[in-house]
């Protein structure tokens, strides 16, 4: 089995300040298959990063890492993330 892992620092591109992190997690690449988390800090949230860090993330992994599939897990309540996971 190959596993792949991608994580990435997010940062602000104007002042370089540590935003948060993803990862793409690729448990077994013949699957094309992948997991995608995310962590932002809390003082940016509703800021437009988390969308903007998303769709860099699809677009990422299926044009670069030429998965079929990215999946993620989020809790129903939390209806700001769900609401950017919908729209990528």
Same mark, same amino acid.
């Given at each position: 089995m190959e596993t792949a892992v991608f994580g990435a620092i997010v940062r602000r591109r104007?002042? !370089?300040? +540590?935003? !948060?992190q993803v990862v793409?997690?690729?448990p077994e690449r013949r699957n094309r298959d992948g997991t995608y988390g995310i962590c932002l800090l809390p003082r +940016?949230?509703?800021c437009g990063y988390g969308s903007e860090v998303t769709a860099f993330?699809?677009?990422y992994a299926f044009r670069w890492l030429d998965l079929q599939?990215?999946?993620l897990s989020v809790f129903a309540s939390n209806e700001r993330a769900v609401a950017v996971y919908e729209k990528a």
């Open positions: 104007d002042t !370089g300040v +540590f935003i !948060g793409i997690h690729v +940016f949230w509703s993330i699809v677009d599939r990215l999946s």
